[in-house]
């Protein structure tokens, strides 16, 4: 049963520290996103990749967010520094991107989120 | 302006019965892709169905089916015989093939199913 997973599920850290979020992608996905869900905003969509390569990080702070993927079984977010305001819960997804301009398949499935408080 | 839009927060359902889950959407695009997922109180995100633009069949999966209108750009969910296990909150989402691989979501409704 192939699954998403992240790390920490969660963390608490006070302002100021930097904080790494790690997902591991389901095995054969190529394509993988970083979202933050809070109350306020609902499912914000932070970055994502394909085949690695940053496709989109529109919706990230860019002073103190990163997204990387050191390899392909590997997904990080890094918020340095932590601020109050980045409390919310971070899911990672992959997908199976396949074919080009049609809207089918790929599909996105979730990880359990890591949920992050900032003091 | 909102490209998902769910206009029902909330929904009280009794069980057994069947129920609806409102979601229109709006793009210029010819080729997109609409999904429904559930978000039950332990935080998962499952995904659930999923229809193209071009599929002229309604997708059903389970006691899940998407009724796709896709002059009225709505793509509502209906779950038959709802189940306790049913409560939970529900996103529709939305693909756009000029957005790559990018989804939006809407604000969710957040279905209750009472005993």
């Known amino acids: 049963d192939a699954r998403v997973t992240q790390t920490p599920r969660h963390k608490v850290t006070e302002m100021g520290q930097e904080v790494t979020m790690r997902c591991q992608p389901i095995?054969?996905?190529?394509?993988v996103f970083w979202y933050r869900q809070t109350m306020m905003q609902g499912l914000e969509l932070l970055a994502y990749?394909?085949?690695?390569?940053?496709?989109?990080d529109s919706g990230m702070p860019k002073d103190r967010f990163s997204a990387e993927m050191p390899d392909a079984t590997l997904a990080t977010l890094k918020i340095q520094p932590s601020e109050p305001r980045d409390s919310a819960v971070y899911f990672c997804?992959?997908?199976?991107?396949?074919?080009?301009?049609?809207?089918?398949?790929?599909?996105?499935?979730f990880g359990p989120g890591t949920r992050l408080t900032v003091l | 302006a909102q490209k998902i839009t769910q206009t029902q927060p909330g929904m009280f359902v009794q069980e057994k019965e069947a129920v609806t889950l409102d979601c229109t959407y709006d793009?210029?695009?010819?080729?997109?892709?609409l999904f429904w997922y559930k978000q039950p109180s332990s935080g998962e995100m499952i995904f659930l169905i999923y229809?193209?633009?071009?599929?002229?069949q309604n997708a059903t999966e389970g006691r899940y089916s998407l009724n796709f209108q896709k002059a009225r750009k709505s793509a509502n969910l209906v779950i038959s015989a709802s189940q306790l296990g049913d409560s939970a909150m529900y996103f529709c989402?939305?693909?756009?093939?000029?957005?790559?691989?990018?989804?939006?979501f809407g604000s969710g409704t957040r279905l209750s199913i009472r005993p």
């Open positions: 997804a992959s997908g199976l991107r396949v074919g080009i301009g049609l809207a089918g398949t790929d599909t996105q499935y």
């Open positions: 095995l054969g996905h190529n394509t």
């Open positions: 990749f394909r085949n690695r390569a940053p496709l989109d």
């Open positions: 793009t210029s695009d010819q080729s997109y892709g």
């Open positions: 229809q193209g633009s071009y599929d002229e």
């Open positions: 989402a939305m693909r756009e093939v000029s957005s790559a691989s990018k989804i939006i």
